[in-house]
């Protein structure tokens, strides 16, 4: 088995104990968890546009925000993920948080841009040199601009991206508790 398929088979199951150890080492306050809400939703925000656009398996999709990035649920999921560091407050449930994502998200992208190029060929690319991995664009690229496709809310909600908003609310009330916990235990 390639060790990308390793990572990607695990990154799940490796996420439970990484979300029980930021938890654990969490120390939210009123403050960390109002400026984590506020980047996490702008994170949620990219992932929702994203999803709008994404046709799985029927097209590329190269408007909208992927004329930025080729990884905009990706790039969303980072600045999600900053969200919960910053509402966590603590050094090390970041520290977890972001060598979890080193690990995980290159295998993962390096495996997606694999499939994408079997089955999308030169034209994907084509878009994979106009358009960065990751760090999007401050321009969109002017020929994915011109795209067709347009933000669609019904594939919004059959990509099921109402799932990650939930999982933020869950993991900011998880917090919230934490952070009356540790107002009578504080150890």
């Known amino acids: 088995m390639p060790v990308t398929n390793f990572w ?29 809400a506020f980047a996490g939703a702008a994170g949620l ?12 398996h029927e097209a590329l999709a190269t408007s909208g925000p992927y004329a930025f990035t080729r990884n905009p649920l990706y790039f969303g ?7 919960f560091v910053v509402a966590g407050h ?7 948080v972001a060598a979890y994502l080193a690990v995980f998200y290159p295998a993962v992208m390096k495996r997606e841009e694999g499939e994408l190029q079997r089955h999308y060929g030169n034209d994907f690319v084509e878009y994979a040199i106009r358009v960065p991995l990751f760090l999007p664009r401050l321009l969109p690229s002017r020929r994915d601009r011109q795209s067709t496709s347009r933000f669609s809310f019904q594939r919004y909600r ?19 508790a934490k952070m009356h916990w540790l107002r009578y235990f504080p150890w």
Do not use: C, D, H
């Not at 925000?45 to 799985?56: D, E, N, S, T």
């Open 90 to 96: 603590s050094l090390w449930a970041g520290i977890i």
């Open 77 to 83: 999921s980072v600045i999600l993920a900053a969200g």
């Open 8 to 36: 990607i088979r695990w990154r799940v199951r490796i996420g439970y104990p990484v979300a029980l150890a930021y938890l654990t080492f969490a120390r939210p306050t009123i403050g960390s968890l109002i400026a984590g």
């Open 158 to 176: 059959r990509n099921r991206e109402y799932q990650a908003a939930l999982g933020f609310l869950v993991g900011l009330a998880l917090l919230w």
């Open 45 to 56: 925000a990219v992932r929702a546009w994203a999803a709008g656009y994404l046709r799985k």
